[in-house]
């Protein structure tokens, strides 16, 4: 039987160097790019200030409103790294120093080298799982539905790996391009309204590209029947063919 269920995840990526432009996320890519396969679809992304009522709202928030939740960015060992405890404020919660936390930062330190800024990386919310760093060994956790990850992206894509099992997903959606040249959107607009009419369940996109004096337009069609799909990629082809 196919599963038409649909399952979604709301992603907060964290940090005021986001806002500045000082520096360019990677993440939110990264993120749906590993849970399209599972079956998840990224319904919101925000990009939030280090400020802990702001964080503390947007995870509760997010948390009614989507079935999983991501969070990047601020649990390192500096001050502005605020997200634990935003974290814990957003569902009651107390935090504490763990040990099973301590542990996983003592693969990559000594012990004389776990001062106090490097110890509040294994401040974790009360009650909270522990997510596997293979990278820097500083953990992340879920609490609840919400994953608490590294803003650095290759520190998240390591943990990535250790949320695949966590995960209960549900339809899959797949896409198919069709991509030509010599066409405006506005030359396409009505027929690429047509088909979708004609195809509910299934989104339609059109964009365009420059290239020199090259006009075209990239087609991208989504939905959860590979069947329909296919239709609907014999249509754009009959539309393309009709404005050429």
Not at 94 to 99: F, L, P, Q, T
Not at 125 to 154: K, M
């Amino acid at each position: 039987m196919t599963n038409f269920k649909t399952v979604t995840a709301g992603v907060l990526l964290i940090g005021d160097e986001l806002l500045s432009g000082r520096t360019q996320d990677t993440n939110l890519a990264e993120i749906a790019k590993f849970l399209a396969p599972l079956g998840v679809q990224v319904g919101e992304a925000r990009i939030l200030a280090d400020n802990a009522e702001t964080i503390r709202d947007s995870v509760r928030a997010f948390s009614d409103a989507f079935d999983y939740v991501f969070t990047t960015g601020g649990i390192g060992p500096t001050h502005d790294d605020i997200t634990a405890d935003c974290i814990a404020a957003a569902f009651d919660l107390g935090i504490s120093e763990r040990e099973d936390a301590l542990d996983m930062l003592r693969q990559r330190y000594a012990e004389e080298e776990l001062n106090a800024p490097r110890r509040r990386m294994a401040r974790i919310p009360d009650g909270a799982s522990l997510i596997d760093n293979p990278v820097s060994q500083a953990p992340g956790f879920q609490t609840r539905n919400v994953f608490t990850l590294a803003g650095v992206p290759q520190i998240m894509r390591g943990m990535l790996a250790d949320i695949t099992h966590r995960i209960e997903g549900g339809a899959k959606v797949y896409q198919i391009t069709i991509s030509t040249s010599n066409i405006g959107e506005g030359d396409a607009a009505e027929g690429l309204a047509e088909v979708e009419r004609q195809n509910p369940g299934v989104s339609i996109g059109s964009y365009p590209w420059f290239n020199d004096d090259l006009r075209g337009i990239n087609f991208v069609a989504r939905g959860r029947d590979k069947a329909q799909l296919e239709r609907v990629r014999l249509q754009l082809e009959a539309l393309v063919k009709s404005l050429l």
